[in-house]
T-cell receptor
Framework: DAKTTQPTSMDCAEGRAANLPCNHS???????VYWYRQIHSQGPQYIIH???NNETNEMASLIITEDRKSSTLILPHATLRDTAVYYC????????????FGKGTMLLVSP | SAVISQKPSRDICQRGTSLTIQCQVD?????MFWYRQQPGQSLTLIAT?????????ESGFVIDKFPISRPNLTFSTLTVSNMSPEDSSIYLC????????????FGPGTRLTVL
């Protein structure tokens, strides 16, 4: 699976949009982009995933660039409970492959 | 999404002893996995628990140290054997549902401290 690069940490004010970038320049055609987050002392929580089209669900939006070499996870109105480590993971879905976690981005949402 | 429970949620153990962690899912799942998260670190895959056959271990993990069982499609156990303080970690069960195989879900984790 392709490697990803994320900033170590980011800050966001409560109520504002949080935009978390991820670089995956070596992504191949059959690899999806997944986002998970891990709130302190909890198991990772699935957020969203996509192949090449932008995706939106009740938690977040995922914007993937046309060349698929980078993506951005958007939390439209961040709350204090969104403080967590956010993991961007690229995964091959032809056959079954597990998730490989990097270090992620620590997002701190402040009042 | 699948609802996953783990027992125990946490434990403090003496070195040289063993601990078995249970993972129960509320529905049948195709794949079950065990991860380890050492203090301040990201998650590392230990093994894939296969129903009816031996688990598939990742590099650096061996069956004698981390024996795994998976008797059916909803349950698995991970044993941490002959523990040392270096085994202090959070151990997480993860599953991929039967119908949708493209998303993994995680349990709440078991926080293990070895003295």
């Amino acid at each position: 699976d392709a490697k990803t690069t994320q900033p170590t940490s980011m800050d966001c004010a409560e109520g504002r949009a949080a935009n978390l970038p991820c670089n995956h320049s070596t992504i191949s055609g059959n690899e999806y982009v997944y986002w998970y987050r891990q709130i302190h002392s909890q198991g990772p929580q699935y957020i969203i995933h996509g192949l090449k089209n932008n995706e939106t669900n009740e938690m977040a939006s995922l914007i993937i660039t046309e060349d698929r070499k980078s993506s951005t996870l958007i939390l439209p109105h961040a709350t204090l409970r969104d403080t967590a480590v956010y993991y961007c993971i690229v995964r091959n879905v032809s056959g079954y492959s597990t998730l490989t976690f990097g270090k992620g981005t620590m997002l701190l949402v402040s009042p | 999404s699948a609802v996953i429970s783990q027992k125990p949620s946490r434990d403090i153990c003496q070195r040289g002893t063993s601990l078995t962690i249970q993972c129960q899912v509320d529905s049948q799942v195709t794949m079950m996995f065990w991860y380890r998260q050492q203090p301040g670190q990201s998650l590392t895959l230990i093994a894939t628990a296969n129903q009816g056959s031996e688990a598939t271990y990742e590099s650096g993990f061996v069956i004698d140290k981390f024996p795994i069982s998976r008797p059916n499609l909803t349950f698995s156990t991970l044993t941490v054997s002959n523990m040392s303080p270096e085994d202090s970690s959070i151990y997480l069960c993860s599953v991929a549902p039967l119908i949708s195989t493209d998303t993994q879900y995680f349990g709440p984790g078991t926080r293990l401290t070895v003295l």
